[in-house]
């Protein structure tokens, strides 16, 4: 079973703390996307990671991908209530024929309180 | 906006009823999915289509049935469903290949009764 598990599921803090969102699982993955989801909308990509190791940044969010590309973590700094949402990480698995095929965890709904 | 457009954004059927969801891509893409997100459970893959071939079944009721006329356009048919199928049901495309970042439409609310 392909199951990536993200914690914590539910996060509310004060504007102007740290946080982190973890995304584990035993398998290995391609590469392993974060995405954004609003009420009302589909998810939207925040960054790729493909490399073991990898850290990326986005402003004020940091993503790194495990060294052995099983897990996953997203750190915000000085967090803002416009991060307030769904955060999903999701694991890519290349699919016979071409394509992908994703794997999301729960999610982690973050609230940012002003 | 995303490029990806999915109607209708809400439905409300009978557990007798058929109907059809439609999905459209405007980004020039080769692969569509059709994922399901339930309020208890992760975002489920349901199928991915590449080149309009299904390349991936992720052992849905065949009270789904997806269409994939061309790139551009796919529908998922229902019929007989039942209310733990109420969900949002998301369309995505991408340009095909490995690590690629999806679209996602808005999605279709749907409400069995």
């Known amino acids: 079973t392909q199951l990536l598990e993200q914690s914590p599921q539910f996060l509310s803090i004060q504007e102007g703390e740290n946080l982190t969102v973890y995304c584990n699982s035993s398998?290995?993955?391609?590469?392993l996307q974060w995405y954004r989801q609003e009420p009302g909308e589909g998810p939207v990509l925040l960054v790729t990671v493909v490399t073991g190791g990898e850290v990326k940044k986005l402003k004020r969010l940091t993503f790194q991908f495990g060294d052995a590309r099983k897990d996953s973590s997203l750190h915000i700094t000085a967090a803002q209530t416009g991060d307030t949402g769904l955060y999903l990480c999701?694991?890519?698995?290349?699919?016979?024929?071409?394509?992908?095929?994703?794997?999301f965890g729960q999610g982690t709904r973050l609230t940012i309180n002003p | 906006e995303t490029g990806v457009t999915q109607t209708p954004r809400h439905l409300v059927m009978g557990m007798t009823n058929k109907k059809s969801l439609k999905c459209e891509q405007h980004l020039g893409h080769n692969a569509m999915y059709w994922y399901k997100q339930s309020a208890k459970k992760p975002l489920e893959l349901m199928f991915v289509y590449n080149f309009k071939e299904q390349t991936e079944n992720n052992s849905v009721p065949s009270r789904f049935s997806p269409e994939c006329p061309n790139s551009s356009h796919l529908f998922l048919h229902l019929h007989t469903l039942q209310p733990e199928d109420s969900a949002l049901y998301l369309c995505?495309?991408?340009?095909?290949?490995?690590?690629?970042?999806?679209?996602f439409g808005s999605g279709t609310q749907l409400s069995v009764l």
């Open positions: 999701a694991g890519a698995f290349p699919v016979v024929g071409g394509a992908q095929k994703l794997v």
């Open positions: 398998s290995v993955f391609s590469s």
């Open positions: 995505a495309s991408s340009r095909g290949r490995y690590n690629e970042k999806l679209f």
